[in-house]
């Protein structure tokens, strides 16, 4: 269950910008929650809260009543580690690693060792419908592979927690449905929390739940 109460973060370059504003939220563990909202408006700010990459300038982000902001850099490290697998619009695979090679990438914080790691990863290959593409390379599969390659890397610790940030923001139509298909019915099975950005309105109508951040603000 997360916790977010007055929520703000503001970025400081030349100048000040306010891109979450005193958010409050609530989100039950096993929740698909869409965050919609306009260009700008905050929600990959939102997620970046959610999965302790940063921390907010004020309020407090609490994971089961536990509260992330104040955590110590090891402990949030391995709150990333092993309790959020983050999927991205643009793959963000390594160019030059195979298939099962990006999957095991997902482990190595964890300390998985080199065998146990490969079986994990062909067996998350698998769940994704990739079996017998282990060993090809990013390049050599379609946009809609490699987001599943991807959603394998995040899903392999089985994480409790995936943030996904427009996963589906450079896919085609037909590829678009086929990687939605494949999430929801990894949510079913596995019962992860799912927070999900989309400017997508057939996507975000597919979740439990929607919400709108616009200029900082819940709406
Ligand atoms: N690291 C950063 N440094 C400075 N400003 C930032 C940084 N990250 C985000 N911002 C600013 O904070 C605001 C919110 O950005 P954010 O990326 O969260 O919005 P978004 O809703 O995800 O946008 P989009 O839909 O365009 O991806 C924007 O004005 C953005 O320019």
Do not use: C
Not at 39 to 51: A, D, V
Not at 63 to 88: H, M, P, Q
Not at 130 to 143: I, Q, Y
């Amino acid at each position: 269950m997360y916790t977010l109460t007055n929520v703000t973060k503001t970025y400081r370059t030349s100048r000040t910008v306010t891109a979450l504003d005193n958010v409050s939220l609530e989100i039950p563990d096993g929740q698909f929650l869409a965050v919609r909202g306009n260009t700008g408006g905050g929600k990959s700010t939102l997620l970046q809260m959610l999965g302790g990459l940063d921390r907010p300038t004020s309020g407090t982000v609490a994971v089961d009543g536990k509260d992330i902001t104040t955590a110590s850099e090891s402990a949030l490290t391995r709150f990333r580690a092993t309790d959020v697998g983050i999927v991205f619009q643009g793959f963000n695979l390594v160019s030059t690693l195979t298939a099962a090679q990006n999957v095991e990438a997902g482990l190595v914080p964890l300390g998985v060792k080199a065998g146990e790691r490969r079986e994990r990863a062909i067996d998350a290959l698998r769940d994704v419908g990739l079996s017998g593409r282990e060993d090809h390379l990013p390049s050599e599969l379609s946009g809609g592979q490699q987001q599943r390659v991807a959603i394998a890397r995040a899903l392999v610790k089985q994480p409790r927690i995936i943030l996904a940030d427009e996963p589906t923001g450079n896919l085609d139509e037909a590829m678009r449905d086929e990687v939605m298909a494949l999430l929801e019915k990894e949510w079913e099975r596995l019962g992860f929390t799912l927070v999900m950005v989309t400017h997508d309105s057939s996507v975000a109508g597919r979740a439990e739940r929607q919400i709108r951040i616009t200029s900082g603000h819940l709406a």
